[in-house]
């Protein structure tokens, strides 16, 4: 997830797991989107995450499984992270991390660029 920065709101783009389906979930700034895998994950098990967002148009595709797609409303197309991101979990007002994902990461990239989780 990203974009947090105390005291002030803007585009996020957060991806989360929720009653053992993945989502995918953003905000351009003029509306939160939220799409969802069809397919629930296997606790304990790897699985393969595509996530791609293109101006206003999102889309997830779990494993091999067909993608689910969702599109922001209005005309703003960019998302602005500035020079916060995180993985794992998003701190909180206090900037404090409360909860955040329970499991592993392996093999991240952004675009094509692969990122050092070590």
């Not at 974009?3 to 002030?8: A, H, L, M, N, T």
């Not at 709101?9 to 929720?18: A, C």
């Not at 296997?42 to 999102?58: C, E, I, K, P």
């Not at 595709?61 to 960019?78: F, K, M, N, R, Y």
Request: hydrophobic letters at 30%; aromatic letters at 6%; charged letters at 20%.
């Amino acid at each position: 997830s990203s974009e947090y920065e105390p005291g002030r709101q803007g585009d996020r783009l957060e991806i989360s797991i929720v009653d053992h389906h993945v989502k995918l979930s953003y905000d351009l700034g003029g509306g939160s989107v939220t799409v969802s895998s069809l397919t629930p994950i296997t606790l304990g098990a790897w699985h393969s995450l595509h996530v791609q967002r293109y101006r206003g148009d999102g889309m997830l595709q779990l494993d091999d499984h067909d993608p689910v797609t969702g599109q922001a409303e209005g005309s703003i197309s960019s998302l602005n992270l500035g020079n916060y991101s995180y993985i794992g979990g998003v701190p909180n007002r206090e900037g404090r991390v409360t909860r955040g994902l329970e499991g592993c990461v392996k093999d991240l990239k952004f675009g094509l660029q692969p990122v050092s989780l070590v």
